[in-house]
Every structure is written in C-alpha cells, then in structure tokens.
C-alpha cells in the first residue's frame, strides 16, 4: 500500500459529513491536482463522543461509494500507541504511530553504543543538499541523539509489527509522529531518527517532526514564521538525503499535524513543496465540526438556538472541557463574550464570530478555540443533534466543502 504524493487528512467528529468532506478533494481533482482523502480520528474523540473506529471506516467507505470517488482513501488511527492500537487494527489501513512520551527516556548504554557504532561513519562534517550550513557531527551529538530518541522509535518499532502481526507488512500506510513534544528535531536529529526507524525496519511513508510556534486548534499559527520556513525546509532535504542513504520508502514524505488553520504558513509550504518537488500529507483536527455549528447558526430559527445553548454550556463547563486540549489551546478569557450577549446575537453575527475569516471585524479566535474543543456538549445531545444536521444538512454541507476547499486545498497545494 502506497500512498500518493499529495494527502489531506481531515476529522469529522460525528461521522456525518464524510461527503462534504470528500467534495473538495473532488473540487481539487476538477482543478487538475489529486489529493488523497485520510480521515483521522484519535482515540481521544472516540473516547469523548462514545463512538468506535469502524464507524470511520463506514463513513469513509460510504462517502467514497455514493460519490463515486474512484482513487484511494484511507482512515488513520490517529496518535495511537501500544495500550490503545488494537481498537484499531481491523478498521484502519493508516496508522499515526505517536511516540513522543518515549522521547529522552534511556534504552540503555548497550543499545546506545550499538547504534553510535553503527553510524560512526557520520562523524564528521554532514553535507544536506538543500541546506547552506554544513553540520558537524560529533560523537557525544550522536550520543545525545540516540540517548533521545532510540527508546522512543524502538516503541514504534514495536507498534509497527503488533499491526504488522494482524495485517501483514506493507499492507497499511505508517506515520511516525513525535510532533506533540516541547522541542523542534534539529536536522541532523531528523537525519538519525529516520536511520533508527530504517533499523527498526518500520517502513514509514510520513514523519511528523515537531515545528518551532504553537499549533493551537482551529486558529492561525503563531510563531517566527521564517524560522517555520527554514525548518520546514531543512526537512524536506534530511528526508530526500535519508531516502538515500537508509532502507526507507522512496515515497516517505513530511507529515504536518496541523491543528488545522494556520493560513500564514500555508503560502510557505505551498513554495517549499514546490521548491523540493516534495509530497505531503497535511493533517487538520476536528474543525469540520465548528463548520456544522457554523450551518446550525446560519440556517437561524431552532439551528441557531442548539448553536447558543451548546455555547451556553460550554462556558458553564470550561474548565472540564479544555484540560484535554490544555497543551494547544489558549483561550483568553476576558475575550469571551457573555452568553446573555451571545444569546441575543443574530445568524449572521454568531457566523462572524465563529467563522475563521480575520479579516471579519466579528471574528473571535477565543470563541472559536473554545467551541471546538465542546463537542462533548455536541455528543450530549445525541440525537437531537444528529437530528438537526439532518435538518439543515444542505447549509451544513456547504460550509464544510468550502472551507477546506477554500482555506486549506487551495492555498496549500493549489494556488
Ligand atoms: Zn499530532
């Protein structure tokens, strides 16, 4: 199983807008650029909502079948480890391997200086196409390196074969994801921890490194954005060098865990995936579900209503429902409006305010991030919810397709 040079992964907390989602990667196709749809779905929001994984890979195949989308798509058990992959062996094919708890923890000194034997061929200086500076490998960096990582990607190595066991090698896509950790990969880090995961014989198709800023839910990033670019950048050249000189996929490519929304460094990507003729898969969160929230409120009458009582109890519940998120979000309280005043706000104005345009004067980045993370307000409903989607379906639908359609496809692979 090989996956293509361009692919979206994208969430849908409830499983009812798998088609609207799929219609913008339709949308791209029209364009001339094929991007493959994932559908990712973490153990945590399976967790939160009640439901389980085979109800992704029922929507995904629902969707692809009654739009008759005739390439590959695939559903991603998403930061999955050892305690929780068995859930989502059978239903998935795309498996997001999240190792960043290991990161700095000892494997001991026999297999640290097996791996520094092993590579001190490197030492030295390091040359990367692609890249100005030339590195200087040390032995105590490589030291360092394997004292940092090597314990964390023979965790992989063993989530890696525990599907491997049940599926077959090869029969599955493989993430290696270390991004929801405090510090960036340096690229000659970059460089080793891709020779591990060649040792480990984890053929890894996307690696999500971690990047410098803050990738903070459903909002624009924040952070040094040259110094984003640079690191980007210096990526995609440690893995078109890694490929070449480590039993890795041909087609591994950089994995980004968006967090969805980080419009001011798509411009970026965009050129750089350019520049190095590189893939890419981009990974958005659950925003989908603030775009079903976005239709509710649109449609007005009892849509609107459900929108302000879920954003009533998202204030009377704050507290319980951000400590999940606590590491990518910030929500300014001050910012927040009073729901006495949110419950006299028109459509229009509670679209505003929700919607992410930062051109509109009414956008609110504190109302967003809070409403994203209240989908177990959502869950609650149950089928009163459910319901009312079905209701105002045709709205909803439309505010799903344009925005990634609009916000993300187009700026990041097409424009
Ligand atoms: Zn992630």
Redesign the pocket.
Same mark, same amino acid.
């Given at each position: 199983m090989i996956l293509e040079k361009y692919s979206f992964g994208m969430g849908d907390r409830f499983a009812q807008q798998g088609r609207a989602q799929l219609r913008a990667l339709i949308k791209a196709a029209d364009d001339g650029v094929e991007i493959i749809p994932v559908w990712n779905k973490s153990h945590r929001e399976h967790t939160t909502i009640g439901t389980e994984p085979a109800s992704v890979r029922q929507e995904a195949d629902n969707a692809a079948d009654e739009l008759g989308w005739g390439k590959s798509y695939y559903v991603d058990a998403? +930061?999955i480890g050892l305690d929780n992959v068995d859930l989502f062996i059978e239903s998935s094919d795309f498996f997001?391997l999240?190792v960043a708890d290991f990161i700095g923890k000892s494997c001991g000194w026999d297999l640290l200086s097996e791996f520094t034997n092993k590579y001190e061929d490197y030492l030295g200086e390091l040359k990367i196409d692609g890249i100005d500076e030339i590195f200087e490998v040390t032995q105590p960096m490589l030291e360092a390196i394997g004292a940092k990582f090597l314990l964390a990607i023979m965790e992989a190595g063993k989530i890696y074969s525990r599907i491997a066991g049940v599926k077959g090698r090869g029969n599955f896509i493989t993430e290696v994801?270390m991004?929801?950790t405090d510090m960036p990969q340096s690229p000659v880090e970059m460089f080793f921890i891709l020779a591990m995961i060649a040792d480990e014989r984890i053929p890894a198709q996307t690696i999500?490194p971690k990047f410098t800023g803050r990738f903070n839910k459903g909002v624009d990033y924040v952070g040094d954005i040259d110094k984003f670019t640079t690191e980007f950048e210096q990526d995609l050249a440690v893995i078109s060098l890694a490929v070449k000189k480590f039993d890795l996929p041909s087609n591994l490519k950089l994995s980004i +865990?968006s967090g969805s929304d980080k419009f001011s460094i798509y411009p970026a990507i965009n050129k750089a995936i350019r520049k190095f003729n590189a893939g890419l898969h981009v990974?958005t969160a659950g925003t989908t579900w603030l775009e079903e929230i976005i239709g509710l409120a649109a449609a007005g009458g009892d849509g609107l209503e459900m929108a302000k009582g879920i954003y009533a109890k998202a204030i009377a519940k704050k507290d319980e429902l951000c400590v999940p998120y606590a590491s990518v979000i910030d929500i300014d309280d001050d910012n927040l409006p009073a729901v006495d005043e949110v419950n006299g706000w028109s459509s229009q104005q509670f679209v505003n305010a929700l919607r992410h345009e930062q051109s509109c004067a009414g956008y609110n980045p504190d109302f967003r991030q809070l409403l994203h993370v209240a989908y177990k307000i959502a869950a609650k409903l149950g089928s009163d919810y459910i319901d009312m989607l079905g209701k105002y379906e045709d709205v909803v639908a439309q505010n799903v397709t344009e925005n990634i359609y609009d916000r993300h496809l187009k700026p990041i692979f097409i424009d």
């Open positions: 998403d +930061h997001t999240d994801s991004d929801e999500a +865990h990974k």
